[in-house]
């Protein structure tokens, strides 16, 4: 998967062709995302945190990027002064003719923008347990970690300790502690294996369609998000919340990082 053509070879391979730089770790992954072209493409991964093992299980789950390459040294991207992701390349006969970066690309797949329904709200946890998060039911307090099954990698910092650290959080007897799993690039399967990895005993959710992450807005990742039980956010944040916090029995105010 290491890119380790020339860039003469890059230029001149077709008459007329596309180069499109991504980043796996971003998240607008779905082809249809990007905009639509008749000219062949070929994908270059930029060198930065990535392996080919990462490449491998991306084009796994998709695998219209079967043409993805680690950009070694970054060599095409500071031959074509890419500066960020995506950055689609025009080629002809090996000279560049058009290079822009799309500035109205949406963050994930179109379906993503969707209204939530009620019944996307309504999830199975990995030990077949059934959680309904809609806010007009009552239901109890919940604490809920929002993680990702490729842990450890590097674009998740301190994921490892983050993931003991909710393991090991003392909480109110009335407060379900959960963790939610990051859909992209991985499969029921993966989460299995993270709760076996990290002997996760509390109930683990897939996040199949992405509803929570949408509903609850969380782009980082480790990422903790308190409800009281009525649905409602009372603390959210990158580190866990306060002891004190985690043992009031009934919560009124809204906390965060």
């Known amino acids: 998967m290491i890119c380790n053509i020339k860039i003469t070879e890059a230029q001149t391979a077709m008459a007329h062709e596309e180069v499109v730089f991504i980043d796996i770790w971003s998240e607008y992954a779905a082809l249809s995302n990007l905009p639509k072209s008749h000219l062949p493409r070929r994908y270059f991964q930029i060198d930065m945190n990535v392996n080919t093992a990462d490449l491998a299980h991306f084009i796994q789950a998709y695998?219209?990027?079967?043409?993805?390459?680690?950009d070694k040294n970054n060599r095409l991207a500071k031959h074509f002064s890419v500066q960020k992701t995506p950055t689609v390349i025009s080629l002809k006969q090996g000279e560049?003719?058009?290079t822009y970066t799309p500035n109205t690309l949406?963050?994930?797949?179109?379906?993503?923008?969707l209204a939530i329904t009620a019944e996307q709200l309504r999830?199975?946890?990995?030990?077949?347990?059934?959680?309904?998060?809609n806010q007009s039911d009552k239901h109890p307090a919940r604490l809920l970690f929002f993680s990702d099954a490729l842990c450890p990698k590097h674009h998740l910092p301190d994921c490892v300790e983050k993931i003991k650290a909710h393991n090991q959080l003392d909480l109110n007897s009335k407060i379900e502690?959960?963790?939610i799993i990051k859909p992209f690039y991985v499969s029921i399967a993966d989460a299995h294996t993270?709760?076996?990895?990290?002997?996760?005993?509390?109930?683990?959710?897939?996040?199949?369609h992405n509803v929570l992450f949408r509903q609850f807005s969380?782009?980082?990742?480790?990422?903790?998000?308190?409800?009281n039980n009525q649905g409602n956010v009372m603390y959210r944040g990158n580190t866990p919340p306060s002891k004190t916090l985690l043992h009031t029995p009934h919560y009124s105010n809204t906390h965060s990082d």
């Open 218 to 227: 969380v782009s980082e990742l480790p990422y903790w998000i308190l409800l």
């Open 123 to 133: 999830l199975t946890s990995l030990q077949n347990s059934h959680f309904d998060f």
């Open 194 to 208: 993270y709760k076996q990895q990290f002997y996760i005993t509390h109930p683990v959710i897939f996040d199949k």
């Open 106 to 113: 949406v963050s994930l797949p179109n379906k993503e923008h």
């Open 96 to 98: 560049v003719v058009n």
């Open 63 to 70: 695998p219209q990027f079967k043409t993805l390459k680690i």
């Open 177 to 179: 502690k959960l963790t």
